[in-house]
């Protein structure tokens, strides 16, 4: 890899001396016992941590419910206010709001977007990830009826490839992040077998400067796919990274965040086998546990076993998520699905005719948004959310709809959100005709192979 800042070559440095030494010496022993297979390390499990709670806007208190003592979980109501009129000309009605947990607050953020740049990020992703209404497809140079396809496949267009959705869905996260209480930085992973040479850049430092952040992802689309994969380097430098800010403040309050995206089998280090290179990469999610870094893993399209296994492991020892991505284009939503704020479901219903919203938008902060349809007259509103503790809170507002009334203007943060979630509405539907046209070709295709055979 091009070598841009600090980086990583995936193997052990000196901060992490000690445990380097002894993977060495257990290496060493399992290559004489034969014992190669992955680790579960039960003994390292991380003990859990509370974490932070969300701030709640002032706007948001006086609309708190009130609840228990026993209970931390709370549901605000942002619009509409209590004995709205609602104008909707096709009766259907927006709702937002925030779900929290109360006592305490959130903090800050600080998370890394480790990137796969490797060579299989060139296949396509399945999806028309740069709008221009031309689908990305397999090299069909690659592609041999009834046989499949041979080595890595190519994107007809690089603009739809894996790498392009992993930008993608990188900047989806953006645009719902606050860069006001959450740092991002960047780091891209391949790999070339050259120990002169990184596996790991960091491509961007932690910033607050999202539109930074931005013209970087482009400039890696620019550069492209390349290179083997590296897990264990791309686990260790953003690691090496949090570690020198937990040293150098360990009183701030912060959360630490890697999300780590890979789309292959781990081919690097060369000089230790598939077993070996999965215990090295569980053994530096262990170093990121110990300075309270979580990892959230994703597994982008088919996987070997032993590899889903290693990102499996990497997110329990850190106390992270793991989450199989089946097919690439779906990784933009599950960066839209990133909980922060330990939010496990909302859900939006009118109680006054029984329907519920169709979808949901939840960002990673708790704040959510929906279009739920109304009556003429009164409504009453509901929201109830359920916090990964396990805990459910419930709040309702009661609006009026009129459809005569004269039009509200929305308040700006609303506005957004709609936008927000019309966008997810839109990109849904657009998925689902490309779902349909791809199985319909796939179906158009075999006939073909079958007369040829014929």
């Known amino acids: 890899m091009q070598q841009i800042g600090r980086r990583a070559t995936g193997r052990r440095g000196t901060v992490f001396g000690t445990r380097a030494l002894g993977l060495a010496l257990y290496l060493a022993l399992s290559a004489c016992s034969g014992d190669l297979g992955i680790i579960s390390e039960p003994s390292l499990q991380t003990p859990e941590r509370s974490s932070p709670l969300l701030p709640v806007p002032d706007l948001y208190a006086f609309r708190a419910v009130a609840a228990p003592e026993s209970s931390l979980l709370r549901v605000a109501i942002e619009y509409p206010e209590p004995r709205a009129e609602i104008v909707a000309p096709d009766g259907r009605g ?68 894996v790498l392009a959705c992993e930008v993608k869905a990188a900047k989806t996260l953006l645009a719902q992040l606050d860069p006001d209480s959450t740092r991002v930085g960047i780091v891209a992973f391949s790999g070339d077998g050259d120990p002169a040479t990184p596996d790991a850049d960091i491509i961007a430092e932690l910033t607050q400067d999202y539109d930074a952040l931005s013209q970087k992802l482009d400039e890696l689309l620019e550069r492209g796919p390349q290179g083997e994969t590296n897990l264990v380097a791309a686990v260790q430098l953003p690691t090496l990274e949090f570690e020198r800010d937990y040293l150098s403040a360990r009183d701030r309050d912060v959360q630490r965040l890697i999300l780590l995206i890979s789309d292959g089998q781990a081919t690097l280090p060369y000089n230790l086998v598939p077993g070996s290179r999965a215990r090295a990469a569980v053994d530096a999610a262990a170093d990121a546990a110990e300075v309270a870094t979580r990892i959230y893993t994703y597994a982008v399209g088919k996987e070997s076993p032993l590899y889903i296994d290693t990102l499996k492991e990497i997110a329990r020892l ?12 779906d990784l933009i939503a599950s960066f839209q699905r990133l909980d922060l704020a330990k939010i496990e479901s909302v859900a939006i219903q009118n109680v006054t005719n029984g329907q519920r919203a169709e979808e949901v938008l939840v960002d990673p902060y708790g704040t959510f948004a ?25 709040e309702q507002v009661t609006v009026n709809y009129r459809p005569d009334a004269s039009a509200a203007v929305l308040p700006a943060r609303a506005l957004e959100r709609r936008g927000r979630l019309l966008e997810k509405r839109l990109l849904k539907l657009y998925a689902q005709e490309i779902e349909d046209a791809q199985k319909q070709r796939g179906a158009d295709e075999r006939s073909v192979d079958v007369d040829v055979v014929d």
Do not use: C, H, W
């Open 94 to 161: 927006f709702v937002t709001g925030t779900a929290y947990r109360a006592r305490g607050m959130l903090g800050e953020f600080d998370v890394y977007l480790v990137l796969d740049v490797s060579e299989s990020t060139k296949r396509p992703s399945g999806a028309d990830i740069d709008g221009d209404g031309i689908l990305g497809e397999e090299d069909r140079a690659r592609r041999i009826p009834l046989f499949g396809s041979f080595f890595d496949s190519t994107s007809s267009d690089p603009d739809d490839n």
């Open 318 to 329: 850190s106390s992270g998520q793991y989450e199989r991505v089946a097919q690439p284009a």
């Open 370 to 394: 929906a279009i739920v349809d109304l009556e003429e007259g009164e409504n009453v509103l509901e929201v109830f959310a359920r916090a990964t503790t396990g805990e459910e809170r419930r």
